[in-house]
């Protein structure tokens, strides 16, 4: 599976942007795919997950800001940010695998597969 994230780019706070991760393969449905970010001098943190068919998790700090959404016709995960803060600057990266279990998905180390990443900046 290849993976390419797009849709960054530079807001102000409290606005939005949609992020989109398009991979290639005919069985993407059956991977669980997550974003995931990383801010200068930070470690990667997970930020959400569609597993599959239509179950989501997020991380504490984006539930309610963030929406995980995908589109298997179009081999397709979405991340829609609203509300979006200084904070949530970073490089986002969106990862795939098929056997991820709920217990290690907020684990980088247990995707097979990243996108190249895509730079969020949120000016205050």
């Known amino acids: 599976v290849q993976l390419q994230a797009s849709g960054g780019g530079l807001v102000q706070a409290g606005g939005s942007l949609r992020l989109s991760c398009a991979a290639s393969g005919r069985t993407f449905s059956s991977y669980r795919v997550a974003w995931f970010r990383q801010a200068p001098g930070k470690e990667r943190e997970f930020v959400a997950i569609?597993?599959?068919?239509?179950?989501?998790y997020y991380a504490d700090s984006v539930k309610g800001r963030f929406t995980i959404s995908r589109d298997n016709s179009k081999n397709t995960v979405y991340l829609q940010m609203n509300s979006l803060k200084p904070e949530d600057t970073a490089v986002y990266y969106c990862?795939?695998?098929?056997?991820?279990?709920?217990?290690?998905?907020?684990?980088?180390?247990?995707?097979?597969?990243w996108g190249q990443g895509t730079q969020v900046t949120v000016s205050s």
């Open positions: 990862a795939a695998d098929r056997s991820v279990i709920v217990s290690s998905y907020r684990e980088p180390h247990k995707y097979a597969y």
């Open positions: 569609s597993r599959s068919g239509s179950s989501t």
